[in-house]
């Protein structure tokens, strides 16, 4: 079964910047076909970022230019480098395939932007 732990959230500065790392265990296909999902309070869970297995990367609108994803195959590992946070940016970061494949969720890592 496939497992997903996301690490790296924590309590930054508004402008300022995380690194979240996502390992991927029990994938057949590695980390070829990934996301980075976000949910905020009240809202529902959205794609951030995705990568497919030619490597070519999808942002979404409000984190173009700021966010950037990549992976590390031979560590199972994507990666979302988050630089100019602003407080919207505030929320639960997950990753998962993408396209969703029915691999579990795992417990997110935590994002708040505040001052």
């Known amino acids: 079964q496939v497992q997903l732990v996301e690490s790296g959230g924590g309590l930054v500065q508004p402008g300022g910047s995380l690194r979240l790392s996502c390992v991927v265990s029990g994938s057949l296909f590695g980390v070829n076909f990934m996301g980075w999902y976000r949910q905020a309070p009240g809202k529902e869970r959205g794609l951030v970022a995705s990568?497919?297995?030619?490597?070519?990367?999808n942002y979404g609108d409000s984190v173009k230019g700021r966010f950037t994803l990549s992976r590390d195959n031979s560590k199972n590992t994507v990666y979302l480098q988050m630089n100019s946070l602003t407080p919207e940016d505030t929320a639960v970061y997950y990753c998962n395939a993408y396209p969703l494949r029915g691999w579990p969720w795992g417990q997110g890592t935590q994002v708040t932007v505040s001052s």
């Open positions: 990568i497919n297995e030619y490597g070519r990367i």
